[in-house]
């Protein structure tokens, strides 16, 4: 699956082909969509280095297939509807789109070459960024997810019937 700068780099492909009323709601609400990039990886930016329940509920929510996370986080949005919750489903759901598109060329190169998971997606994101005039020394690929308050609610409005109690003890 793509890592980093490969979602953001798509979710800004995607943003460009959207009509004028979703980029309006998008650029009101930019960074719920960037880190909706993201998907589920942001559970695991916490404490990364170590096991925990948040990261246990990223590694959940990889394992769900699209179509259940996907109806559960519609109807949660149906139930209450805000622009904040659209921008960051929006994110969410360009997330899926490329690592299911991603993820069995990754696992074929991977079959084919006994290269890791980890440095196939290292290498793509490096790749992108060399052809967007990037040095991938020094771009920080990351600095677009930037949480705030606001923003945390909403990312746990999705989540809460399904992340409660793992993420309430972390």
Known sequence: MPTTYAHDRFGREVYEQLPANLKKIIRENKKLYLIGLHGPDIFFYYHPFSKNRVSDYGTFLHEQTASVLF???????????????????LGFACH????????????????????SHTKIETSLD????????LDPLVYR?????CPHTDGNKVIHAVFRKSGKQKLSNA
């Open 71 to 89: 109806d559960d986080e519609v109807k949660k949005y149906q139930q209450s509807p805000s622009e904040a919750m659209e921008a960051y489903l």
């Open 96 to 115: 899926y789109l490329l690592d299911s598109t991603c993820h069995p060329y990754i696992g074929k190169f991977v079959d084919h070459t006994g290269i």
């Open 126 to 133: 490096q790749y992108f960024m060399l052809e967007d005039g």
């Open 141 to 145: 690929p990351a600095s677009p997810i």
